[in-house]
């Protein structure tokens, strides 16, 4: 089958790596004929359309070896497909090292959301990994800007390639070698969606330069960061921040920062084996203590103590951070402190859309 008569592209993007491979794609959808839309997956309602003619796209970075939590429910809610076709483009951590372009590793995410599809009733038609400049600036330096202008330019052709190959009517299935990695990583990618992402959030706090003119709030996809204290706004990351990048990478004072000191203390907070300690204390009688120590509750407790200890510090951590000199200490023992930002080049803040905010009747 070719020569859809609908696309609808649905993307979601921190720094803007998605939205311009979105772009691209949905520019030969409208070359090829098809009557596009192109959304985020924040602002998107997908109406329950499916049918012959209708090609979905749905594309997401790679974090954690994987899909990211906010691409896989979007998967996950999807209205089912009706024998509509659906491909999946996952981007991710491109780099050029010494002259040499050097690919990311998506792991499972691509198969992960075209399995969700077509468990769905979508006839999944390609999945494919493109290249990006990598955008993890909490880990790295942002590459200089040639570097990226090369990376980019790579991407656009295949990325386009792909998208005229699928809406032609062929199908394109790559990133098996990453999927097969991906899955000796499954417990790293499982272990990132289940914890990894929520201290990431974490680790982020905003600098002494921050003049808390709120726009890492208005612009946060997931709409879960929020300015806290009325003389003297700072961000505060909630716990269903997807640790993105958009904030840290558009930030006009370059105020955000990921605080490494900062995440060895929270991960030693966090990791003491207090369930172990409390359970042994308790004055329980024999059978519940024996009950209460199997590895499954053990692992459980210490879940709920991993997540609960991490909000707990952060509050705290936030509010030390509003005296300068601890501000100032958590600031010059990171390296974030002098990375280069990175944000896809033709991407301004403004092409891409904040997350919605619940009403009050929503909550
Ligand atoms: C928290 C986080 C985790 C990431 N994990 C991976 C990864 O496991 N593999 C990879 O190739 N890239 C990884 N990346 C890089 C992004 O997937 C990549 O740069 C992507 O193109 C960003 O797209 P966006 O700007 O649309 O958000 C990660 C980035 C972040 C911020």
New binding site residues.
Partial sequence: MGGYARASLY??????????VANWMADEAGRAGATVTTESLEQAHPPADGGEGKLVMLLS??????APWHAIRFALRLPRGRDAHAAVV?????SKIAGRRL?????TGGYLLAGILAAKGYRVRGVLP?D????????HPGFKPASVDDIVAHAAPRARAFARDVLGGRKRFGGFIGLLLGLVLLPVSVGYLLAG?FL?AKFFFANNRCNGCGQCAQCCPTATLRMIGRKNPRPYWSLSC?????CMAFCPTRAIEAGWSWAVLLVYATHVPAVMFLLNRLPLPAAWAEALSAWWIVALLQYVYLLVSMVICYGFFHLMLRIPAVNWLFTVTTPTHVYRRY??PGTKLADLPPGRRKTASED
């Fill in positions: 993307y979601m993007s921190g720094t803007g790596n998605t939205f311009r970075p790679t974090h954690g070896f994987t996952m981007t991710r951590a491109g690919p990311g590793l998506e792991g493109v990006m400049p990598s955008n993890w600036i909490s880990f992402r990431l997807e640790g993105c990048m958009r944000h896809e």
